[in-house]
């Protein structure tokens, strides 16, 4: 079965300072991975996703994601952090049982920007 | 355009008690889908379905129906509310897969849902 793993609850960065959050991922077959941001009451909202072709990926509001398919894990990244992007962070993956778009997801990671 | 939409954005129930959560989408996107929030376990597929007249179980479908009578419309049913149901739900609406095309979920703004 498809899964991806978030292994940090929090993640704690300066304004300014170059963020990572990392995401593992578990797949048969090709993966479509995904990150999703959701602020405070908020839905979540599309960031970016990796499904072929560079492994940088560039998304929404200056982030952008590096696919690794030797140690599957598909981090998202931020040269310069801002206090607007602390929000909760969620990596996801594509199921393709029955060929449907199933979004299997981490459990989140809160990112905290500190000014 | 709205995008998705959710009705009502909270609501209280008794356990025992039955209530619909509301989905609409203006987009004419084939694919809904619903999932629950609860902390420390991100979000989890309930049901989900590819096309009006369509529906099938996600990862949690105890406890709940839906139908897909339309293509904008996909509402989720609890018969009999539990407080193990207690939990944000999210409602989320796409193109169906295929190819390499965007296709990305929307997500409405949820429904935070309380049962005592």
């Known amino acids: 079965a498809q899964s991806v793993a978030q292994p940090e609850d929090q993640v704690n960065v300066a304004e300014g300072n170059p963020l990572t959050v990392k995401c593992t991922y578990s797949?048969?077959?090709?993966?479509?991975l995904f990150w999703y941001v959701q602020y405070p009451n908020r839905g979540l909202q599309f960031l970016l996703k990796?499904?072929?072709?560079?492994?940088l990926v560039k998304g929404s509001y200056g982030f952008e994601a590096e696919f690794n398919k030797s140690q599957t894990s598909f981090h998202l990244k931020k040269p310069s952090a801002l206090v607007s992007d602390s929000a909760l962070y969620f990596c996801?993956?594509?199921?393709?049982?029955?060929?449907?778009?199933?979004?299997?997801f981490g459990a989140g990671t809160r990112l905290a920007v500190h000014p | 355009n709205a995008g998705v939409t959710q009705t009502p954005k909270f609501q209280v129930l008794k356990t025992g008690q039955s209530m619909t959560l509301q989905c609409a989408q203006d987009?004419?996107?084939?694919?809904m889908s619903w999932y629950r929030q609860d902390p420390g376990m991100g979000l989890r597929l309930i049901h989900y379905s590819v096309g009006a007249g369509i529906t099938d179980q996600g990862e949690v479908p105890n406890g709940y129906n839906v139908s897909r009578s339309t293509t904008e419309d996909f509402p989720l049913r609890l018969l009999s509310a539990a407080p193990s149901q207690t939990s944000v739900y999210f409602c989320?609406?796409?193109?169906?897969?295929?190819?390499?095309?965007?296709?990305?979920?929307?997500f409405g703004p949820g429904t935070r849902l309380t049962v005592l």
């Open positions: 996801a993956v594509r199921d393709w049982a029955g060929g449907y778009n199933k979004l299997i």
């Open positions: 990796y499904i072929t072709g560079d492994n």
């Open positions: 797949v048969s077959g090709n993966p479509y």
């Open positions: 987009m004419n996107h084939e694919y």
């Open positions: 989320a609406s796409s193109t169906l897969p295929g190819g390499r095309e965007k296709n990305e979920q929307f």
